[in-house]
């Protein structure tokens, strides 16, 4: 590890190597991956465990042109950085921001003009014995939330930016389209507010996990678009889901878009013109927020695992995650990890 006059929980002693689930055309797992070297004002954290998301899987197919290591959803100890920050339980922020653009300086830090963006946008990730991050975006985990639980603050807080976003109100006719991992996240927040809710989706398994929690949930070949909802969030990760839900979304209703798509997609746009459509885009959210939802279990996040695998299985893994009867998959590094190999 590079020096950065930091104190360090035996980084002496770690060597200089790690393991890591590395992408460059093909994902691969690598057992003598450079370790990060945390820069002036970072902390070095040691993986505890990490979950795979859509984002991650679009990244394999060409999004963003994305190569090294992936990965963003985690949580992690702190190994080396901030003495106050040695040995605690934390997750991070996944944007890395300059703090002075004009949108840092303006509070929208999260769209800063010069950011990194862990495991997507020119920074490492977290599949790996451990990832560095800036001190200023960590957020410690209370006793109370567990290490299953924790891994989802970051997908948990894209969901409920949401209703940061949106005055839901309880006579709203609201639609969330698609069942996968962010979608359930999603329609779980979205019950909170008491609104009219239902989830369209394909996959009968996560259908039915919708069902078992009191969301009311439909097949999506058993839905004839009437263009009458209020509110559509977008959550199917594949282009034509935008095009479906401008015909369930009643005129002047609104789409909030969470998916993101590795290849040009073929949008209709003329329905968002002719019945005045509002598009709003959605992305990363408040994570404080989403770890007190956690630690209050307003929020049932540890039911939708369906699979964990070690580091050393992570292109299995990834399979695992695309394919449609697994919810949500995790990697977790194995002991040991982090010296010569």
């Known amino acids: 590890m590079a020096g950065t006059g930091c104190a360090s929980a035996g980084g002496a002693n770690r060597g200089v190597f790690m393991r890591a689930l590395v992408f460059d055309q093909t994902v691969r797992y690598q057992r003598n991956h450079a370790d990060p070297e945390p820069q002036r004002a970072e902390a070095l954290v040691r993986v505890r465990l990490a979950g795979i998301?859509?984002?991650?899987?679009?990244?394999?197919?060409?999004?963003?042109?994305?190569?090294?290591?992936?990965?963003?959803e985690f949580v992690g100890t702190v190994e080396a950085g901030p003495k106050t920050w040695i040995g605690k339980r934390v997750v991070a922020d996944i944007n890395c921001v300059c703090g002075h653009c004009d949108m840092c300086q303006h509070g929208l830090s999260n769209h800063c003009r010069d950011r990194t963006v862990l495991g997507i946008q020119g920074r490492d990730?977290?599949?790996?014995?451990?990832?560095?991050?800036?001190v200023r975006n960590l957020l410690e985990v209370p006793e109370a939330v567990s290490d299953e639980q924790a891994v989802f603050v970051e997908p948990l807080a894209a969901a409920m930016q949401v209703i940061k976003q949106c005055k839901?109100?309880?006579?709203?006719?609201?639609?969330?389209?698609?069942?996968?991992?962010?979608?359930?996240?999603?329609?779980?927040?979205?019950?909170?507010?008491?609104?009219?809710?239902?989830?369209?989706?394909?996959?009968?398994?996560?259908?039915?996990?919708?069902?078992?929690?009191g969301i009311q949930s439909r097949f999506v070949g058993d839905v004839a678009p009437r263009a009458d909802r209020d509110l559509v969030?977008?959550?199917?990760?594949?282009?034509?889901?935008?095009?479906?839900?401008?015909?369930?979304?009643?005129?002047?209703?609104?789409?909030?878009?969470?998916?993101?798509?590795?290849?040009?997609?073929?949008?209709?746009?003329?329905?968002?013109?002719?019945?005045?459509?509002?598009?709003?885009?959605?992305?990363?959210?408040?994570?404080?927020?989403?770890?007190?939802?956690?630690?209050?279990?307003?929020?049932?996040?540890?039911?939708?695992?369906?699979?964990?695998?070690?580091?050393?299985?992570?292109?299995?893994?990834?399979?695992?995650?695309?394919?449609?009867?697994?919810?949500?998959?995790?990697?977790?590094?194995e002991p040991g990890g982090g010296g010569n190999p």
């Open 53 to 72: 998301c859509a984002t991650d899987l679009e990244l394999t197919r060409g999004y963003m042109g994305f190569t090294g290591v992936l990965g963003h």
């Open 125 to 134: 990730g977290c599949f790996a014995d451990f990832v560095a991050v800036p």
């Open 233 to 333: 969030v977008e959550c199917t990760g594949a282009p034509e889901g935008f095009n479906y839900a401008t015909r369930l979304v009643r005129p002047r209703g609104m789409i909030v878009l969470k998916s993101t798509y590795a290849a040009d997609a073929p949008l209709n746009l003329a329905a968002v013109v002719v019945n005045e459509i509002t598009v709003l885009g959605s992305r990363c959210g408040p994570l404080p927020e989403a770890i007190n939802a956690l630690a209050r279990r307003q929020v049932d996040v540890v039911s939708m695992v369906t699979k964990q695998f070690p580091l050393s299985r992570g292109a299995e893994a990834f399979e695992a995650a695309a394919d449609p009867r697994h919810i949500k998959v995790l990697l977790k590094p």
């Open 168 to 213: 839901i109100e309880s006579r709203m006719r609201v639609v969330v389209l698609g069942s996968g991992r962010l979608g359930l996240l999603v329609a779980q927040v979205l019950r909170t507010t008491g609104c009219k809710l239902e989830v369209i989706g394909r996959n009968p398994d996560t259908l039915s996990f919708c069902e078992k929690k």
